[in-house]
């Protein structure tokens, strides 16, 4: 299975927090693996993560090769992703810390624009 740090994955079995989706930090012998809603982390053995993984979601690409206008949408995507989830009350800190980086991220793209 080829995969890159940066990719994310959904595996078979959701995880306690309720996602099933994950992103891949770290490649080797043993895989290493980030919960996208809760951010816990989880090294497994590579046989391991490949029998659980279901499918791969997205691929990351470089940022040189993405235009500032595809950065800027699927920064707006993940936002919105991320409002989506948003509990109605008791919003973790993990869930503010997320917010704020992709709104200031997406700020910052914009500014970069339309100074461009």
Same mark, same amino acid.
């Given at each position: 299975?080829?995969? *890159?740090?940066?990719?994310?994955?959904?595996? *078979?079995? *959701?995880?306690?927090?309720?996602?099933?989706?994950?992103?891949?930090?770290?490649?080797?012998?043993?895989?290493?693996?980030?919960?996208?809603?809760?951010?816990?982390?989880?090294?497994?053995?590579?046989?391991?993560?490949?029998?659980?993984?279901?499918?791969?979601?997205?691929?990351?690409?470089?940022?040189?090769?993405?235009?500032?206008?595809?950065?800027?949408? +699927?920064?707006?995507?993940?936002?919105?992703?991320?409002?989506?989830?948003?509990?109605? &009350?008791?919003?973790?800190? &993990?869930?503010?810390?997320?917010?704020?980086?992709?709104? +200031?991220?997406?700020?910052?793209?914009? *500014?970069?624009?339309?100074?461009?």
């Amino acid at each position: 299975m080829d995969i *890159k740090i940066g990719d994310t994955v959904r595996l *078979k079995k *959701k995880h306690p927090c309720g996602s099933y989706d994950w992103q891949v930090v770290r490649v080797g012998a043993d895989i290493g693996i980030k919960c996208s809603q809760c951010q816990h982390r989880v090294l497994l053995p590579r046989s391991v993560f490949e029998r659980r993984v279901k499918a791969i979601i997205s691929r990351e690409e470089p940022l040189s090769r993405k235009t500032a206008s595809e950065r800027i949408k +699927e920064l707006e995507a993940r936002l919105a992703d991320l409002l989506a989830r948003w509990p109605a &009350h008791s919003v973790s800190l &993990h869930l503010w810390q997320q917010r704020e980086e992709l709104e +200031e991220e997406l700020e910052n793209l914009k *500014k970069e624009t339309e100074k461009s």
